[in-house]
C-alpha cells in the first residue's frame, strides 16, 4: 500500500526544478489545459482506487504537452522518489497522478538505469585504465627506466 502524498510536498518538488505554479482552483484544473498565456502546473488531492491519498498534477499553457513531460521528469528522479501514472482512469489528457514510489518500482527503475547505462561505464572504466597504463609508463621514463623491449 502506497504512503499519503501531499500535494504541497509535490509542489515544492516541481517548483524546485523551475516549473511554474499556476495554483489554479479545481473547477479551473477540470476546464483543460488551453486558455493560459503561462506555461505551468497546478495540483490538487484526489484518492486512488485504494482510497489512498494521491496528488493530480495537471499541466497547463500553451506547450502543456512540454510541461508535462517535464513534471513527469522531475518526480521520477532518484531522489525525489515518486511514481507518475499518465494512464490512471479518470485523468485528463493533460493530468498526472503522483505517489510515492514503492521501494520495488524504486529498485526496478535503478535497476534499468544501471542496464542502460552500463556500457557508458564500461567504456569508461576501459578509457581510465589507459589513461592510468600511459600515466605510469611516463612516470617510469621520467625515472630513467624504460621497458627492455
Known amino acids: 500500500m502506497s504512503r499519503v502524498t501531499r500535494s504541497h510536498t509535490i509542489r515544492r518538488h516541481l517548483v524546485d526544478g523551475g516549473l511554474t505554479d499556476l495554483e489554479l482552483s479545481e473547477d479551473t484544473q477540470k476546464a483543460g489545459p488551453g486558455g493560459h498565456d503561462v506555461d505551468g502546473f497546478s495540483t490538487r488531492q484526489a484518492r486512488d482506487d485504494a482510497g489512498v491519498l494521491v496528488v493530480i498534477a495537471a499541466a497547463f499553457g500553451p506547450d502543456w504537452f512540454a510541461t ?82
Open 68 to 149: 508535462m513531460r517535464e513534471i513527469r521528469h522531475r518526480l521520477e528522479q532518484p531522489y525525489v522518489r515518486c511514481h507518475v501514472d499518465g494512464d490512471a482512469p479518470g485523468l485528463a489528457d493533460n493530468e498526472l497522478m503522483v505517489r510515492w514510489a514503492t521501494s520495488a518500482e524504486l529498485l526496478a527503475r535503478k535497476e534499468h538505469t544501471a542496464r542502460e547505462t552500463a556500457g557508458v561505464r564500461q567504456l569508461l572504466r576501459e578509457q581510465q585504465a589507459r589513461q592510468d597504463a600511459e600515466t605510469h609508463r611516463q612516470a617510469l621514463e621520467a625515472a630513467g627506466q624504460s621497458g627492455l623491449f
